[in-house]
Every structure is written in C-alpha cells, then in structure tokens.
C-alpha cells in the first residue's frame, strides 16, 4: 500500500525539481554565453587577420607598382649610360641621342598614363597652374599663360605636379 507523502516532502521534493530546473537553466545560458564569447573573440581574430592581409596587400601592391615603374624607367637610364660613355661622338651625333632618349621618356610616361600640360597661351587655371609672375602682354588675352617655367603632369584627373607659369594681362 501507498504511502500518502506529507506536505512537507511534498514541498521538499518540488524544492529540489525547482533547483534542478533553475541550475539546468543556469548552465545553459553560461553554456550560450560561453559559445557567444567564443564567437565574438573568433570574430576579433578574423578582422585582425583581415587587417593584417590588408595592410600587407597595400605595401606589396605598392612596392610592385613602384618597379614596375622603374622598370619602364631602365632602359632610358641604360640609354643615358651609353650617351654618357660614348665619348667618340660629335655634338650633334650627341644632341640627337638625346632627343632620342627624351621621346623614349615621353612615351613611357604616356604608356603609364601621364600627360603634360601648361602651355604658352593656354588659359590660366588655379587649380592646376600655380603662378609665381605676372607681365603685361598684348599678344595675349587675360589670365593666359605667358611663359612655362615647369610643365605640370596629371594621371587621369590626378594632378601629380602642378604647372608653374607666368601670367599675362591678370
């Protein structure tokens, strides 16, 4: 025969389920927070290691751009050696290994992308000129540049060396 259980072991048994319960749900939300943190700091080490790979990128995307442009740049330095060495040649012989060398150098400039600008009679623009001179001249309209001390050099609309000129009628 059953033996009725008091309320007291009625109560004390409820207790302990509860505590069971109570610890159950307990272990389970360190557990889900134990594998949130495992999460997030696996999350930290991926940027880190993508931040990483991203500087590297940058430094050797630009450490091989800068030889490949020297590498274009060589064989005018080997053609300025042989000019230099050649100490047989006349003046003009000289003179036309020069210019020789100096379109070498600007079709390399224009296979990379550059372009020169800043002529005479061109109009002035600040953006792109920086004017250390003014004069007056008839032959030329207002803010037209009227002598080029340095040409300026643009990639694109990358302006890499602006244009110093003299401006005439400002």
Do not use: W
């Amino acid at each position: 025969m059953k033996k009725d259980k008091t309320k007291a072991e009625v109560t004390e048994e409820v207790k302990e389920e509860t505590a069971e319960v109570v610890e159950t749900k307990e272990e389970q939300l360190q557990k889900a927070l134990d594998e949130k943190n495992e999460q997030f700091l696996r999350i930290c080490a991926e940027y880190d290691n993508f931040r990483k790979r991203s500087v590297k990128e940058k430094q050797d995307a630009y450490a091989m751009s800068k030889s490949d442009v020297i590498k274009e740049l060589l064989p005018i330095l080997d053609n300025f050696d042989r000019a230099a060495n050649n100490k047989e040649s006349n003046f003009e012989d000289y003179k036309k290994g020069i210019d020789l060398i100096f379109g070498q150098f600007g079709e390399i400039l224009k296979k990379l992308g550059v372009e020169s600008y800043g002529e005479r009679g061109e109009d002035f623009d600040p953006n792109i000129h920086n004017a250390v001179m003014t004069v007056e001249d008839d032959e030329l309209g207002e803010n037209q540049i009227a002598a080029v001390f340095s040409k300026g050099y643009k990639m694109g609309d990358r302006i890499i060396r602006e244009a110093v000129v003299q401006v005439a009628n400002s």
